[in-house]
């Protein structure tokens, strides 16, 4: 398939190659000019507006968004707007909110223009090696892209999720059980440590991950930034929030869900912009690990 990618920011740049190695042809656009010359040297077409990269596919346009949640995927839009015919396909594929994603894609449906919205998770590595993908919108839409989504998956790790907003709003769900868990990893080893400072805390990341009830992903990034540094002391405890987490625990309070350990995991979010703490280093290490997120040093 050829598609457009705007944005190439972390994991914009690494879905590009992805896109590539699979078989797909990629013209991609990004206000940053490195980022621009990073992925020429990839092979990869650029073009310097988003007019000319709407312009420069063929037929039935399919363009993937890849830029933060807020007002600039707006601002993307409207600028799409003049370009865009009856039957193309917009993917979103960060982070929004789904009810920002429901009201674009009414808006868009007005000029018959899809919008899909694309829950991506596995972080910067998947983006380049394989992504877990969860979709939604327009099924005529979904059908039409349907082999894109797949090829840039891992096994298994794409799902249509029904009408619009449900790919977002399934990732948002995602991302607080994320919390919660990363949470309980990092109070964990914190008691650990307290216990103990001389304990290999990354070589009880590794025994954990072979064959405990607690073996994953999460916990062998654990072992992984352990491993780089012994007791987080390079780095501060401090752990930002992307919003999903907050959206979920709204989201839950309307619908009257008790989340109780996502809830308290998001607040422990803000705790650990106020004072320095290990648990807080853990989770400001997790998220460096799978997402690339900075960590602050001391």
Known sequence: MQLGLIGL?????????????????VIAYDTSKTAMERIQAEGITTVSSVGELVQALPGRRVIWLMVPAG??????????????????????????????????????????VCLLD??????????????????????????????????????????YCGKSGSG?????VHNGIEYGMMQAIAEGFEVMNKFNAEFDLASIA???????VVRGWLMELT???LEKDKNLESIKGI??????????????????????VITMSLLMRYRTQMEDTFSGKMVAALRNEFGGHAVEKK
Request: hydrophobic fraction near 35%; charge should be neutral.
């Open 9 to 25: 920011g972390k994991m914009g740049f690494n879905l590009a190659l992805n896109f590539k190695r699979n078989g797909h042809t």
């Open 71 to 112: 007002n600039i995927v707006d601002i993307l839009i409207n600028n799409l707007d003049d370009f865009l015919h009856k039957g193309d396909i917009l993917i979103d594929g960060g982070n929004s909110h789904f009810k920002d994603t429901q009201r674009r894609s009414r808006d868009l449906e007005r000029i018959g």
């Open 118 to 159: 694309c829950g991506t998770s596995g972080g910067v590595t998947g983006a380049l090696h394989g992504v877990c993908t969860m979709i939604g919108g327009s099924a005529e839409a979904y059908a039409h892209t349907k082999e894109l989504f797949v090829s840039i998956s891992v096994e298994n790790g794409s799902l």
């Open 168 to 172: 977002h709003f399934v990732k948002m």
């Open 206 to 212: 590794r025994v954990w991950n072979h064959g405990s």
């Open 223 to 225: 072992q992984r930034a």
């Open 239 to 260: 752990a930002h929030s992307s919003g999903e987490g907050k959206w979920t625990v709204e989201t839950a309070l309307d619908m009257g869900v008790p989340a109780p």
